[in-house]
């Protein structure tokens, strides 16, 4: 009986000091280390002070001279607005950058890449906050946005991408939708078309004067197509793209029916990925899963 009480004490007290070890260990990390908040890069142009009349969606601001700010890098869900019905957590994500930007006072700071405008006029810019948090990726960590790499403002590309990784390794938020997890070519119907992420054989490659295109093993007389356009080969120098045949492929990419064929355009490595791996999460009872992205060394 003596030993048994004995025994309970030594493991309470054990017990304790790894919880408390543990709790001052989290506190001695810096912010950084527990969130990648502030992906930033050299590149990009000197902060510029704004401040938010109004916020969109999570992907789209109102300054208050009048600018609208179209965030570099991401896709967030979109929401309900005139005949368009609100997509999943479009109206949250909306609810998290407006709850965000409140905290701070509504200032931000805006700093801009190679291309300033879109071709609705809008402002393109990556958004931080005073403390140097970046915002595109504060919403992809929680779930709320999808990585959208569009040339020439991709400097961020694979900052944001760890990210979106992140948060689908926890299947959080957006990640949780059946219509974002991988599909297999046989999931395709002939109506399907938007955004997927689509695992599936590269049958052959082809190049002529526009894109390098790869074609994918398919399942019905449907072409499954792959193009990156010959101006954006220069973002894939360290993906030896001629090794791909025969290779499994994971891409991300909205995909297009057209002419009978899917077709589906990259424009950064980014969105290719290696087939999923099975990932360990001790807050579930089943094994999630982890699409890491390509890291190829460079082409001799």
Known sequence: MARNKAT??????????????????LLSFPKQALYADNCT??????????????????????????????????DTPETKHHKQ???????KATEALRALLKRHNNRIQLRFSKQRRDRY???????????GT????????????????????????????TAEESAQLQS?????????????????????????RLRATVKKIKHNKKYLTLELESNSKRKIL????????????????????????????????KRKKWIIYLNHPSQLSLPQTTYYSPNSEINSKVAPTIKWSKPD
């Open 85 to 91: 019905k609100g997509q999943p957590y479009g109206a």
């Open 226 to 257: 792959v193009k990156i356009k010959n101006k954006n080969l220069r973002y894939f120098k360290e993906v030896n793209l001629n090794d791909l045949t025969g290779n499994t492929i994971i891409i991300t990419g909205k995909l297009k029916s």
């Open 8 to 25: 309970k004490k030594l493991y309470s007290f054990l017990r304790k000091a790894l919880f408390m070890s543990a709790f001052f260990l």
């Open 172 to 196: 959080i938020k957006i990640w949780q939708l059946e219509s974002r997890l991988i599909k297999e070519v046989t999931d395709l119907t002939k109506r399907f078309k938007g955004n997927i």
């Open 134 to 161: 970046n915002v595109s990726n504060w919403l992809l960590e929680r779930g709320y946005a999808a990585v959208l790499p569009f040339p020439p403002n991709i400097v961020l590309a694979n900052c944001y991408k």
């Open 121 to 131: 006029s809008r402002t393109l810019a990556h958004v931080f906050l005073a403390d």
């Open 41 to 74: 890069s050299e590149e990009l142009s000197a902060p510029e002070s704004a401040a938010v009349k109004f916020v969109y969606d999570g992907d789209t601001l109102l300054l208050t001279d009048k600018r609208k700010i179209r965030i570099i890098g991401i």
